[in-house]
Each structure stands twice: as structure tokens, then as C-alpha cells.
């Protein structure tokens, strides 16, 4: 089965503290702001719930099978999570030997992080994987019936399905709604979608097996991880052409997730069999240092101040906390049952 990460939003201080009640000038300054991780753990079917900057986990909720891919609403009130019915497989297994898959599991389960509870499961998609939001809508691709599906997060009812090509995966959009891009592993290209049309408008030619994908935070590229070449992409969001192609380091290097930081400044990747997270100076694209953060990093987001950056590894069953500055990991969070998403939510009203 194939996999993807999950692109997280770039947050600002002023989200995190909004609806929470002013405080006095000189404790803004000094006090860090309060957030929290949520870690999705495919074999445990949970989501790990983590205060920061404290690393405290304070919950863990059952979801469903298979949570991957999540995004998190502005307000940090709800976090929207890919479940999936379809077995695990990994490199090599053959199909017809897994257990039958459970098309009843399949949706976008909804976390009230308030409750801390399930609130409900959209239907209506097969065998999500990732997602992305914006303008109150949620984009999500489906490898098995190879189309992408918008819902309405509100009602949760299917709005369109537009269809990709074979096996797609990583899903981004632009703020605005009106961009959706996919990964298409098939013929190793991004696809362009206008989300008004209801169709495709161009299709990219990336690197081999493009997986995971995320938009800068002032939206003028977009940046896709290219698995079996080895490299990360930029694609230019107003011509819609590439502009630079670089290696990503290290032995066995296989990138999967991508992030841009909040401060625009840098590019995280992180490596999956290869172990690593690698930085990247968004201006230039040139490796600025990697640092070795466990066993198959998948997911991966930075705090909304863009000074730690977090990953979760799936074989070491845990989360890694790496501070920006130096590129060294502080110290390890505990989650349970193949963590493979994190999320960065604003933490005010739970």
C-alpha cells in the first residue's frame, strides 16, 4: 500500500492565542505559546494527543483503522483524519495473501479537540490516504478508484470527483480553494486541478514516484517529494512549470514528507527508510544540515514559531522533537502503534 503524508498549515502566534483572552505585553514575550501535536498511529488505529511546548501527551483517542493523512481546522477546534479499511502492505507482499479489505471502515474521521472524542466519520470516499483543506472544503485522493473527491467539511456531502490517473497520492491546495494539486505515482507527475471546473488543467512531470506535497505559505511554489529518485521538487504555482530539482542526501534516502516552515526560511524532508530529516534553505534549496531521528520518518510538521520541528517514525514507534537552530534531536515522544501524520494545532479552547 502506498503512502503519503500529510501537509500541515502554517500557523501564526496570533491563531494560537485568538479567543483565548489578552495577556500583558511582557508575558506574550516571554511565555512560549501553547499548541498541540496530534499524531495519527496506523497499526492502533489512535490519534496521540500532545501539549506544547510541555510534551505532555494528555490523551489518546480511538479513531478507526488505518488514521494517515489530517488537517487541522484554523481555530484548532476539530482536526479531520484519513481512516481506511484497506489492509497493510508493505514493499514486496503480495496482494491476494492479505486479509479482505472493509470498505465499511473507509472515511474522514472528524477529532473534536475539545471533547477529545470522535465526533463522526464522513463517508463517501474510498480508502483515503491523505488530505487538505481550505475554504471549508476537504480534497482527498483515492488510489483505488483513482480519483480525487471534494466534501464539504460541514456536511461531509461528496461536492465532485475528478479523476487523476493512476495511483494517486499526496494532495495540496491553494489558499484560495480554487488549485488543487495531486501526485500521481502512475506517470510520475503532479496534476493540476482547477476545484471550480471540476478538471484537470495541466499535468507536471516531476521525479519518479512523486508521494507527498505541500504549498510555501505565501503560495509561489509548491514542493513534492519525489520517493524512488530521490529528489525534491519545486514547481512554480503561477506558470505551473518546475524550477529546480534537487538531490535529497543520505543512504537509502526515500522522501516522504515535506513541510515549509512558518518563517518560509527553510524545507524539512524526511526520509523514511533512510531515517533522516534534511533541511533545506528555501532560497536556494541547498542542504543546509540532516540529522538522524529514527526509525522510518514519515510525517513531519514545525511550531507555529518555526523553531522545532517534529517527525514520526513508524518503526521506532515515536516522535521526534528536533530544534531548528542547532538540528539536533532534544528528546523523543512516546506513540504508540506506527505513528505515520503529525499535525501542529492551535491549543486555546480544549
Given at each position: ?29 516571554s ?28 490523551a ?6 488505518r ?62 490516504e491523505?488530505?487538505a ?40 491546495v ?7 494539486y ?64 534537487v ?13 515549509v ?9 524526511t ?35 518555526s523553531?522545532l ?25 512516546k ?12 491549543r486555546?479552547?480544549?
Amino acid at each position: 500500500m502506498k503512502r503519503s503524508i500529510v501537509r500541515i498549515a502554517a500557523l501564526g502566534l496570533a491563531a494560537l492565542v485568538a479567543g483565548c483572552g489578552e495577556k500583558p505585553a511582557e508575558q506574550q514575550a516571554s511565555a512560549p505559546a501553547a499548541y498541540r501535536l496530534y499524531v495519527t498511529n496506523e497499526i492502533a488505529g489512535t490519534v496521540t494527543v500532545i501539549d506544547e511546548p510541555s510534551h505532555t501527551v494528555v490523551a489518546t483517542v480511538q479513531l478507526g483503522k488505518r488514521p494517515r493523512g489530517m488537517q487541522a481546522t484554523a481555530d484548532g477546534r476539530q482536526i479531520f483524519v484519513a481512516l481506511s479499511g484497506s489492509p497493510i502492505a508493505g514493499p514486496g507482499v503480495e496482494e491476494d495473501k492479505l486479509p479482505p479489505k472493509d470498505p465499511a471502515a473507509d472515511g474522514i474521521g472528524v477529532l473534536n479537540t475539545v471533547s477529545l472524542k470522535l465526533a463522526r466519520i464522513l463517508k463517501g470516499i474510498a480508502n483515503p490516504e491523505q488530505l487538505a483543506m481550505a475554504q471549508g472544503r476537504i480534497y482527498s485522493a483515492s488510489e483505488e478508484t483513482e480519483l480525487l473527491s471534494t466534501l464539504d467539511a460541514a456536511s461531509g456531502s461528496v461536492l465532485s470527483t475528478v479523476p487523476t490517473g493512476e495511483e494517486p497520492e499526496g494532495v495540496a491546495v491553494s489558499a484560495d480553494g480554487k488549485t488543487a494539486y495531486v501526485t500521481v505515482e502512475g506517470d510520475d507527475t503532479v496534476a493540476v486541478i482547477d476545484t471550480a471546473k471540476g478538471a484537470i488543467i495541466k499535468k507536471i512531470k516531476v521525479g519518479d514516484r512523486p508521494r507527498s506535497m505541500t504549498i510555501a505559505p505565501d503560495g509561489a511554489h509548491a514542493y513534492v517529494t519525489d520517493e524512488n529518485g530521490a529528489t525534491l521538487t519545486e514547481i512554480d504555482t503561477k506558470t505551473l512549470a518546475v524550477t529546480r530539482t534537487v538531490p535529497v542526501p543520505g543512504e537509502g534516502a526515500k522522501p516522504m514528507g515535506v513541510v515549509v516552515s512558518p518563517d518560509s526560511k527553510r524545507i524539512y524532508v524526511t526520509t523514511g527508510r533512510g531515517g533522516q530529516l534534511v533541511a533545506f534553505d528555501a532560497a536556494t534549496l541547498a542542504v543546509q544540515k540532516s540529522v538522524a531521528v529514527g526509525g522510518r520518518p514519515w510525517g513531519v510538521a514545525v511550531s507555529p514559531d518555526s523553531k522545532l520541528i517534529y517527525t514520526a517514525n513508524g518503526q521506532s514507534d515515536d516522535v521526534s522533537v528536533v530544534d531548528a537552530a542547532t538540528m539536533t534531536v532534544v528528546t523523543k515522544l512516546k506513540s504508540v502503534g506506527r505513528p505515520w501524520g503529525v499535525v501542529v494545532a492551535p491549543r486555546c479552547c480544549g
